[in-house]
Structure formats: structure tokens, C-alpha cells
């Protein structure tokens, strides 16, 4: 069935749209990557290849004429570099989109050095702002310890006086709105997002044409079953909540549907898009609408000593009634970031949305 407001666009769709607006308006895009021509998970497909002749077409530079360039590029796998060069590219043209793509989330890690000296810092170092996008794909789907975490921990860690960005998103729509606020806002600040890979398809991880064309960035996205949608499976009423569960990224849509199959209404699903800056008053709001709500659990995919729990239990305390009980559902404690084992990684994957469901 269609999307309410005119279709449904998925990931892929969200990006190009997102791209093809901003140089229709005349901002210029550039992005870079080890497959950002095509995307790691082959979602994208930015740059056609003639068979005969081999020649590159990019449909997105060549919309009418008059737009803005757009350049994407595949770069070579030293991540440090790349980046490095990449930052710099935003720091000499604040008025062009800069996005730098890991192929997975995890390899970041190669470029430690530059997040570190440059990203997180720059500006209360040097006054030197950046508007970089970094695109982390991050979620944890069987695949292993070097394809599932980005370590949004690192990040959060760097964060403070508002220096950095960082957001895992749950629909197009809020994609689509995050590039484009980047380039819309009156200072530049690097943005990092923890990007999908499974929900690049996921059927319900699309939104309607509305959502792009009329909606705007939300911080926090309110539980869809206080409106009755579809999709929640259930319908329900603020007063009779008496657990809420918040979370981020890809852990949304197994909640939802762990709750659709057991037909719960006592339980909410609240989704923090973006964890830093802290949206404090939205969270405040949020939770002063569930009266009765006195279990109040982050849930996360990462292991315990990883993922946003530890920054999140500091700020959420700060919102939180004092009476409100505040619980962790995760993974245990780990050195790895993730299991091995596709059979180990979906029995930790249902033990956790049990927990968070229990009754």
C-alpha cells in the first residue's frame, strides 16, 4: 500500500532527492568513498557506465542546466587519507557539501588520527569551522566484529560546547532533512551519521513524499501508535503507558515489531535521532506526556560497554522524574563489538528485545 502524501521513498531515493534539491539551488555536492559511486550495499548507483564504451554518467549533474556540480568519487582505501583531504575540502569551501562515506562504519577507525586532531576540535582550537558529513554505515546484522559498529561511543566521547553532530537516523525523510540542514543553517558543524544497511530496504523504513516536501528534521520521533499508524500494529493511549523505551537506529524496527507480535499497549517506542546535541527539552516533553510511565529503558544493540548507554543515562537522569527508573537493555559487556556467529548474533538479538518487552 502506498504511503500516505505520495508514495514511498526509501533511502537511496531520499539521498538523490536530497542531492538534486541542493544543486537545483546551487550548492555544489561532493562525495567520496571507497564505493560511493554505487554505494557499499549497491543502493545508490550515483555513476552509470556506458558497456561499450566505458564513459561515466552521473544523471544527478546533469539535471538542467545551470545547477550546481555534483562529483562523487571513489576513493582509495586509506581512510586516513581520504578523510584528511576531505576535511580539509570543507574547511576551503563552506559552501559546498562535503560527505565522506566509509564503506562500513567500523573502518573509521583508520582515520582516529584525524577525527581526533581535526573533526571534534578544529573549531576550539583554531576557529576553523566544518560542515563535513561523515556517512558511517553502523547496525548490527550478523556480519561480524568488523562490519556492524561504528563505534558511535568514540564519538560521543568527543563531544561537547556543541562541536559535533552525531545521529542515527530511523526514515528517509530525516536523512533527506539532515543533508540539507547542514548547507540551509547559518554555521557549519560536522555532522556524523550512523548509517543503515538492512534498512536501506526495509520495507517500512521508507517515508511518504510529504514527509520531504512539508516535513523538517526531528530530534525525537514520538511513538507512531499514539496515532494509531498501520504499521505499530497497536494503538495506544498516553495514560495507560507504563514503560518507555527509547532508543536510536536500526533496534527501532525490531521493537516495533516485537511489540506488534505481542500486542502490547503499555509499552511506548520513542526514537532519539539525533544523541548529540542532547535534545533535552524535546526528551522532557516526551516524557511528561507519559504520566504514568515510570520504567523508562534505553535500549541499544551495542554491548554494554559500547553504543550511546553511558552518554545517554547521564542526560537521560537529567530529564527523568527522580521516581523514573532508569534501565539498560543491550548487549552484555564485550571486548569485540559484535559476535562472529549469525545464529549467536540472532539469539542476543531476540534475548534483548524480550527483555526490553517483558511484561
Not at 562515506?101 to 571534534?120: H, K, L
Not at 530511523?170 to 551519521?193: D, G, N
Request: charge should be negative; proline fraction near 5%; include cysteine.
Amino acid at each position: 500500500a502506498e504511503a500516505p502524501g505520495g508514495g514511498q521513498i526509501d533511502w537511496g531515493c531520499a539521498e538523490a532527492l536530497a542531492i538534486g534539491s541542493l544543486v537545483l539551488e546551487g550548492i555544489p555536492v561532493r562525495l567520496s568513498g571507497q564505493d560511493s559511486g554505487r554505494g557499499t550495499f549497491s543502493h545508490r548507483h550515483a555513476v552509470l557506465h556506458d558497456i561499450e564504451t566505458g564513459t561515466e554518467h552521473v544523471p544527478l549533474d546533469r539535471v538542467r542546466d545551470g545547477q550546481a556540480h555534483f562529483l562523487v568519487l571513489d576513493s582509495m582505501l586509506s581512510e586516513n587519507a581520504v578523510l584528511g583531504f576531505e576535511f580539509g575540502m570543507s574547511l576551503a569551501d563552506p559552501h559546498r557539501l562535503v560527505v565522506w562515506e566509509a564503506q562500513f562504519g567500523d573502518f573509521a577507525n583508520g582515520a582516529q588520527v584525524i577525527i581526533d586532531q581535526f573533526i571534534a576540535s578544529s573549531e576550539s582550537k583554531w576557529q576553523r569551522m566544518s560542515g563535513l558529513v561523515m556517512l558511517l554505515p553502523h547496525g548490527y546484522e550478523g556480519q561480524g566484529p568488523e562490519h556492524s559498529s561504528a563505534r558511535p561511543e568514540r564519538f560521543l566521547q568527543l563531544c561537547a560546547e556543541n562541536n559535533l553532530q552525531v545521529c542515527n537516523l530511523t526514515t528517509p525523510a530525516q536523512y533527506f532533512h539532515a543533508l540539507r540542514r547542514q548547507m540551509h543553517r547559518t554555521f557549519r558543524k560536522p555532522l556524523v551519521i550512523m548509517s543503515p544497511k538492512s534498512l536501506l530496504r526495509h520495507k517500512l523504513a521508507v517515508s511518504a513524499l510529504c514527509d520531504l516536501t512539508q516535513g523538517t528534521f526531528q530530534t525525537v520521533i514520538d511513538d507512531i501508535a499514539v496515532g494509531g499508524a498501520p504499521e505499530a500494529g497497536v494503538t495506544i493511549e498516553r495514560a495507560n503507558v507504563k514503560r518507555l523505551l527509547f532508543c536510536s537506529g536500526k533496534i527501532y524496527y525490531a521493537l516495533l515489531a516485537g511489540r506488534r507480535e505481542r500486542g502490547l499497549d503499555s509499552v511506548a517506542i520513542v526514537r532519539v535521532e539525533q544523541l548529540y546535541p542532547f535534545p533535552g527539552k524535546e526528551l522532557e516533553a516526551v516524557l511528561a506526556a507519559y504520566p504514568n510511565a515510570r520504567q523508562v529503558y534505553w535500549v541499544q544493540e551495542e554491548p554494554w560497554n559500547m553504543g550511546a548507554w553511558h552518554t545517554m543515562y547521564r542526560r537521560l537522569r537529567r530529564v527523568a522524574a527522580e521516581e523514573s527508573m532508569l534501565t539498560y537493555v543491550g548487549r552484555p559487556e564485550a571486548a569485540s563489538p559484535a559476535q562472529g556467529s549469525f545464529k549467536l548474533h540472532q539469539a542476543e538479538e531476540a534475548e534483548l528485545v524480550n527483555r526490553a518487552l517483558a511484561r
